[in-house]
């Protein structure tokens, strides 16, 4: 519950899905809170308003990476443990989403023009979508441990 609540924070003063994932996480992690806001900070609205994977959903795999990801002096099995993660993170949040795509869950709203930008104002999506998409990864990485 903390994490869903520093998560859902973050995201309404306004840091981008991915930050708000690494933010949430940033104890488990030893990250300082600079350092969690700022590496995750292009990865926001499907990686820097291009609508491809979900902030939230690489927010995520950065902390599987973190958690399960292959360091120096360290042998390919935990590569395949952290695809393993990976794959269980994105299939779970397609299955409750119906993808992990930025601009699918966003109806085909573009992010990267004004246009899109004032669609998505007028449509509450950052609370009626992304909010829920955020929250949504928190409660999946405390189940994947």
């Not at 859902?8 to 104890?27: E, H, P, T, V, W």
Request: hydrophobic share 35%; glycine share 10%.
């Amino acid at each position: 519950m903390e994490r869903s609540a520093a998560a859902k924070d973050m995201f309404l003063k306004g840091y981008n899905c991915a930050q708000s994932i690494l933010y949430a996480f940033r104890k488990e992690l030893a990250l300082t809170e600079e350092t969690a806001l700022k590496i995750s900070t292009g990865l926001g609205a499907g990686i820097a308003r291009k609508g491809a994977v979900c902030g939230a959903v690489t927010g995520g795999i950065l902390i599987l990476g973190m958690r399960h990801g292959r360091g120096l002096n360290e042998d390919r099995t935990a590569t395949e443990t952290t695809y393993t993660k990976t794959q269980e993170l994105m299939s779970l949040f397609t299955s409750k989403h119906g993808s992990c795509s930025c601009r699918q869950l966003l109806k085909g709203c573009n992010l990267s023009t004004q246009d899109g930008q004032d669609f998505f104002k007028e449509k509450d999506y950052l609370n009626q979508i992304c909010l829920k998409c955020v929250l949504s990864v928190v409660d999946i990485l405390e189940q994947i441990k």
